[in-house]
Nanobody, 124 residues
Framework: QVQLVESGGGLVQAGGSLRLSCVASGRTLSSYYMGWFRQAPGKDREFVSRISRSGGNTFYADSVKGRFTIMRDNAKNTVYLQMNSLKPEDTAVYYC?????????????????WGQGTQVTVSS
């Protein structure tokens, strides 16, 4: 399994931006489809975004489409989530996850390696 460590979370005002990073170790990141999920207090973990192994294909939840961008740098074993125009409802713990399966990309059970999460708090 690949080990994942997220960073970049924090407190930001509504309308602001954050960039999350997820660094992989143990195995080559290019072998994995990478996803971002989030979980708010009292809610289920929800899909945010997924990027293919080469970075050529991306998917987004409707709630973040047009505001978030997922990217990867396989040479640096790192995946990013650029979050712009943040809203209070984006407040959650954000997790990156790795999967060797292309589909279903939005199902968290499809991912077998997870980071510890990074807190994102958006104030109104």
């Amino acid at each position: 399994q690949v080990q994942l460590v997220e960073s970049g979370g924090g407190l930001v005002q509504a309308g602001g931006s954050l960039r999350l990073s997820c660094v992989a170790s143990g195995r080559t990141l290019s072998s994995y489809y990478m996803g971002w999920f989030r979980q708010a207090p009292g809610k289920d973990r929800e899909f945010v975004s997924r990027i293919s192994r080469s970075g050529g294909n991306t998917f987004y939840a409707d709630s973040v489409k047009g505001r978030f961008t997922i990217m990867r740098d396989n040479a640096k074993n790192t995946v990013y989530l650029q979050m712009n125009s943040l809203k209070p409802e984006d407040t959650a713990v954000y997790y990156c996850a790795a999967s060797q399966l292309a589909f279903p990309y939005s199902d968290y059970e499809n991912y077998d390696s997870w980071g510890q999460g990074t807190q994102v708090t958006v104030s109104s």
